[in-house]
C-alpha cells in the first residue's frame, strides 16, 4: 500500500502519542518476534518497534522485512524508531486523509 506524503503525515501524528510495544534486539528478527508483530495487527493498526542498540542490523532493512513478512507499510523509520501501518480489513479504526 502507498501511502501520500498527507497520509504519512497523518499516520506520524498518531503515532506521537504511542509508546514502543515490541523491541527488537541482538537476535535480531525471528520468526517467532515477526508473529508477534502479525498478531499485535489484530488489535491495533499502527506500532511503533524500538531497535535496540545491540542489534547490529540497519533499522531500515529491519523495518522493511517486518512490513513485508506481515504485509504492512513503513510510515516512518527515525534512529531506531520504526512505524507500521496495517489497515484493518474489516473494521478500520484509523481514516486517513484523502
Known amino acids: 500500500m502507498e501511502l501520500t506524503s498527507k497520509q504519512r503525515a497523518h499516520l506520524k501524528s498518531l503515532a506521537n502519542g504511542i509508546d514502543p510495544i515490541f523491541q527488537v534486539g ?30 547490529a542490523d540497519d533499522p ?17 523509520v527515525i534512529g531506531k524508531k ?3 501501518y496495517k489497515p484493518d480489513r474489516k473494521n478500520p479504526k484509523i481514516v486517513l486523509p484523502k
Not at 535480531?28 to 542498540?53: C, G, H, W, Y
Not at 531500515?60 to 516512518?76: F, G, L, N, P, S
Request: net charge neutral; with cysteine; charged share 25%.
Open 60 to 76: 531500515r532493512m529491519i523495518a522493511d522485512m517486518i512490513a513485508e513478512r506481515t504485509h504492512a507499510t513503513v510510515v516512518q
Open 82 to 84: 520504526i512505524i507500521l
Open 26 to 55: 541482538k537476535s535480531s528478527l525471528t520468526p517467532e518476534f515477526t508473529e508477534s508483530v502479525a498478531d499485535a495487527f489484530n488489535t491495533r493498526e499502527l506500532l511503533k518497534i524500538a531497535v535496540l542498540k545491540n542489534c
